[in-house]
């Protein structure tokens, strides 16, 4: 063991050997995509299909005919479409949370796709009534 590095190495070896991690199991995926893609079954749909999630800029973002100009001028648009998701933040449930009406009002809209769609998922496995102990992991990317 020549350095600290091949030391860590070889006693971490050791310490898997004699007491494995515990084992995992991915019960459940939940993601949400522009296309209105919100389960692995639509992403493999929209795949099969060759299509994709481009649409209009809809009405409830902001006004694109304010904002659009074909050209690249500074505080315009250059094109009328993007990828948006098709579901209305506002519709969330808090209850499962224990959260007041002024902490949901405060959330950012992330926030509320993110909790919901744990709620889904909490809901779906069991943990909400008490029959299966849980742990959960939640990962938010916007890079692609």
């Not at 019960?27 to 299509?51: D, F, Q």
């Not at 973002?61 to 098709?86: E, H, M, W």
Request: charged share 25%.
């Amino acid at each position: 063991m020549s350095d600290a590095g091949d030391w860590d190495e070889v006693s971490h070896n050791r310490s898997t050997a004699t007491n494995p991690p515990p084992p995992i199991a991915i019960v459940g995926m939940g993601l949400r995509l522009p296309g209105g893609v919100n389960s692995a079954s639509s992403l493999w749909e929209l795949l099969i299909s060759k299509k994709n999630g481009r649409c209009f800029v809809p009405a409830s973002r902001y006004n694109i005919d304010a904002f659009y100009k074909p050209s690249k001028t500074t505080g315009s648009v250059a094109s009328r479409y993007g990828y948006f998701l098709q579901e209305d933040v506002d519709k969330f449930d808090a209850s499962i949370f224990s959260m007041s009406k002024a902490e949901v009002d405060r959330l950012d809209p992330q926030q509320r796709l993110l909790l919901r769609w744990f709620g889904n998922a909490w809901r779906m496995e069991g943990s909400a009534t008490g029959e299966v102990e849980t742990s959960v992991a939640m990962s938010e990317s916007s890079e692609m």
